[in-house]
């Protein structure tokens, strides 16, 4: 059963500084993996969607890798900003069209 | 609207009741997804539809949870006899068929 981890469980940065945010799983016949932010009371915005063929995606000042052999997955976050304050999810697409989740990153950006 | 919808958005119900959770997907994706989201955690799978066929229904935690999809677009997901264990956000996400899902705003649902 594919299993899912993120650390750290919170994060806190001021604004300006360059993050990464780390996702393991523990089966690595994915098809892909993904990135979600949550807001508070809301629901999930897709970030980066990688490929299981792909090593990385960029959306911005977003980059997310995934190195499937060693079954780890990172997102980078340049610069950061007061809105990137959200929790940020991990999933991996495994079987036919299943997604596990991390239990996810809660990141606070302070001005 | 051109994302996935769902309601209420938020329900309180009494311990005992049935409740209805709807959800409207993106128009022409063939694939539904259901996810419970319990507070503080992150969303576990409960069921899965391609067009009005049931296909996984592995992670519905007991027979009192119920999904449909019967004209193969819109689907509800019920839960008979609430128990406070259910209190959790349920996520909808459809799919046009590939890797990538798009989820609804969820139900937030408080049983007291």
């Known amino acids: 059963k594919q299993e899912v981890t993120q650390i750290p469980a919170a994060l806190s940065v001021p604004e300006g500084e360059n993050l990464v945010l780390n996702c393991s799983f523990t089966?690595?016949?994915?098809?892909?993996l993904q990135w979600f932010r949550q807001d508070p009371g809301k629901g999930l915005t897709s970030l980066l969607l990688?490929?299981?063929?792909?090593r990385e995606q960029t959306s911005g000042r977003l980059n997310a890798s995934l190195d499937k052999s060693s079954g780890r997955s990172t997102l980078y976050i340049a610069a950061s900003q007061p809105g990137d304050s959200a929790t940020y999810l991990c999933?991996?697409?495994?079987?036919?069209?299943?997604?596990?989740f991390g239990k996810g990153t809660m990141l606070l950006v302070s001005p | 609207g051109a994302g996935v919808s769902q309601s209420p958005r938020y329900k309180v119900a009494k311990r005992g009741q049935d409740v209805a959770l709807r959800c409207d997907p993106i128009?022409?994706?063939?694939?539904l997804f259901w996810y419970q989201q319990a507070l503080g955690q992150g969303p576990e799978f409960l069921t899965y539809f391609q067009n009005e066929a049931q296909l996984d229904k592995s992670g519905l935690p007991s027979d009192r949870f119920f999904a449909e999809r019967p004209e193969g677009s819109v689907s509800t997901l019920k839960i008979q006899r609430t128990q406070q264990e259910d209190s959790a956000v349920y996520l909808c996400a459809s799919s046009p068929g590939g890797n990538e899902q798009f989820f609804g705003p969820g139900t937030r649902l408080t049983v007291l």
């Open positions: 990688i490929q299981s063929s792909q």
């Open positions: 128009s022409g994706h063939v694939s």
């Open positions: 999933a991996a697409l495994s079987g036919y069209s299943t997604l596990t």
């Open positions: 089966d690595s016949a994915i098809y892909n």
